[in-house]
């Protein structure tokens, strides 16, 4: 053994030197080395390898008989080999514990020829007054496998990622996050993220950061806000974020998903307008078709007026009033901003103060209430059952308070615990039995025919009672 590797064997207790009372026995020393599951390597301050593990045999693919006495540059791939003497002694004008190539790859050169990538940590260390230095080294190509494999998914990937510490600094970009923003991905790593961002929101945006950070969870940026990019020339671009936490030896990350919305924005701009265009137009047809009724109406009533057959006058004062129901549906989708639903109660008011005004008479004799506060039916559902609304309550007009009877009629319509529809038609007057003879065609006028009509073509159960006054009430479910 050359002398100065056999003083460094007794400082590490392989020369079976006696130990200071008192001190923790070298071969401790020595063991714990040895059963380190890193290589262990040390070296003289001249570069000289003193000692190593069987980690570090297994590691380089030499023995250690092979490796004791030999310059450490001999580890040292040949095309770094010459620039490591240098970054020994700087080591030595600053000893102390530290990783070793901070921010560099590091490789190690095995027996064989091939490289390895490597981590290595450094401490110093003082024996029989001279210097050493312990190299801890760790092979890291299941890592850098990893992280390769990490890199070209972030690279492949459709969409722009980007990768920011906790600082607020890029660290990592893709391709697309490239074309995107119109920088290099040079331009972009280690410069703060707030470059990327539209200057009238760069100064509230550390703030959004920080709160990141302080609750970090996989999450969209920005819910409900309108989120945009700036690029390179100065243009802004409208994206979308999601943001994933990432927590490593490093520190902790936040990696950046982000999509270009443009075309996105285009199309929703399209569609809105394209439905915009078609809501005025039907809208238009509404206005058309409450306006040609209203016509068909107008005409009726002229008609009755020069019929002298009172009878044939009101089987035309009828029909005018079934047509003005219908008028009435249109009316209110034309007037509302929902062109598919009707607001059902305030066209049942409407309804019941036109038949009020429609039948002479009855004013202050016989009231009409309406019980329908927030319920919206679809077209094909309100026509039929404005219209049975409409021939109940004209029903009742005519027959239920004979001889001047004062009383009142009620309709009432609502969503039902159940989820089905209840429309029903009350009065308090002397009730009409023919009611339930008129079910389902089996006799009764025209105008019940059609009630049983239009609640089957609306898929109702019909229960009629007749006692202290007619009583009609409808169920039926509408697809919502």
């Known amino acids: ?59 380089f693919g030499y023995d250690r008989s092979e490796l004791l006495g030999k310059p450490v540059e001999m580890l040292v791939p040949r095309r770094l080999r010459e620039r490591h003497p240098g970054f020994r002694e700087g ?78 600094y890029i660290v990592l970009v893709n391709a697309q996050v490239e074309k995107l923003f119109g920088y290099t991905r040079d331009e972009l790593i280690g410069a703060p993220v707030e470059m990327l961002v539209p200057e009238r929101y760069r100064a509230g945006h550390p703030v959004f950061r920080s709160g990141f950070f302080t609750n970090p969870n996989a999450r969209p940026m920005g819910a409900g806000r309108d989120l945009f990019g700036l690029r390179k020339d ?33 199309t929703a701009e399209q569609l809105r307008a ?59 989708l034309y007037e509302a901003g929902d062109l598919g639903r009707v607001d059902f109660g305030d066209y049942l008011q409407a309804l019941g103060n036109h038949l009020q005004g429609a039948w002479a008479g009855t004013e202050g004799r016989v009231s009409i209430t309406v019980d329908a506060t927030g319920l919206r039916l679809p077209l094909d559902v309100a026509i039929p059952c404005g219209l049975i609304v409409n021939e109940l309550v004209t029903n009742a007009f005519k027959h239920a308070f ?22 029903a038609v009350e009065d308090d007057g002397v009730g009409i039995p023919e009611m339930k003879a008129a079910r389902r065609g089996a006799g009764g006028t025209m105008g019940m025919m059609l009630v049983w009509t239009l609640a089957k073509q609306i898929g109702a159960e019909v229960a009629v009672t007749v006692q202290g006054g007619t009583q009609v009430q409808l169920r039926f479910q509408v697809h919502r």
Do not use: C
């Open 1 to 59: 053994m050359k002398p100065e590797v056999a003083k460094a064997a007794a400082a590490t207790g392989e020369s079976g030197a006696p130990e200071a009372p008192g001190a923790v026995p070298a071969e401790f020393f020595r063991l714990a080395v040895e059963a380190s599951p890193v290589g262990k390597i040390i070296a003289d301050r001249l570069g000289q390898i003193v000692l190593v593990n069987a980690q570090a045999e297994k590691l």
């Open 234 to 266: 100065g243009t802004e671009v409208p994206i979308e974020i999601g943001l994933n936490p990432l927590t490593t030896s490093a520190g902790r990350f936040v990696l950046s998903s982000i999509v270009d919305i443009t075309e996105r924005r285009r």
């Open 402 to 423: 004979p001889g001047g009877r004062a009383g009142a009629v009620r309709v009432r319509a609502s969503v039902e615990a159940e989820g089905s529809t209840l429309l």
């Open 274 to 332: 394209s439905l915009q265009e078609k809501e005025t137009l039907l809208k238009e047809v509404h206005h058309r078709v409450k306006n040609n009724l209203q016509v068909i109406s107008s005409l009726l009533s002229l008609q009755s007026r020069s019929v002298e057959d009172p009878r044939a006058a009101a089987m035309l004062q009828e029909s005018q009033n079934r047509v003005h129901s219908i008028s009435l549906v249109h009316e209110k």
């Open 91 to 168: 080591f030595w004008s600053e000893p102390r514990a530290r990783p070793m190539g901070a921010g560099r790859d590091l490789f190690g050169l095995r027996k064989d020829g091939t490289e390895i990538p490597i981590e290595i940590g450094l401490t110093p260390l003082s024996a029989g007054g001279k210097a050493y230095v312990l190299s801890s080294v760790v092979e890291i190509t299941e890592r850098k496998r990893a992280e390769e494999q990490f890199r070209l998914a972030i690279e492949a990937a459709p969409t722009g990622m980007m990768m920011v510490d906790g600082g607020g």
